[in-house]
């Protein structure tokens, strides 16, 4: 059984930064794409990040480009949300998602979920 289990998230200033960490665990990931969604009170969970195991399928939603890195540690089968530059639009509830096969950036797309962490971005 595949689980994802997030932490990282927090209370940060604008301008700040946070990692969040994304732990994979139940099979081998290596076919599998990663992806980072988030969801904002009233509003649809929306694409932030997603690659593979192997870092050559790199996607960034247009509002965190050039601010978020997506990475992964293979022997740790942990994904990695770096974010810098953080923004009071960045508050949401940050989710990590597992899907087998290649990269898409829609969410109904990913079969597996963890739980969620929240990020507060204060002004």
């Known amino acids: 059984q595949v689980q994802l289990v997030e932490s990282g998230g927090g209370l940060v200033q604008a301008g700040g930064s946070l990692r969040l960490s994304c732990a994979a665990s139940g099979r081998t990931f290596s076919n599998y794409a990663m992806g980072w969604f988030r969801q904002a009170p009233g509003k649809k969970r929306e694409f932030v990040a997603a690659?593979?195991?192997?870092?050559?399928?790199?996607y960034y939603a247009d509002s965190v480009q050039g601010r978020f890195t997506i990475s992964g540690d293979n022997a740790k089968n942990t994904v990695y949300l770096q974010m810098n530059s953080l923004k009071p639009e960045d508050t949401a509830v940050y989710y990590c998602?597992?899907?087998?096969?290649?990269?898409?950036?829609?969410?109904?797309?990913?079969?597996?979920w963890g739980q969620g962490t929240q990020v507060t971005v204060s002004s």
């Open positions: 690659d593979n195991w192997t870092g050559g399928s790199t």
């Open positions: 998602a597992a899907r087998n096969g290649v990269v898409l950036t829609i969410p109904t797309r990913y079969a597996y």
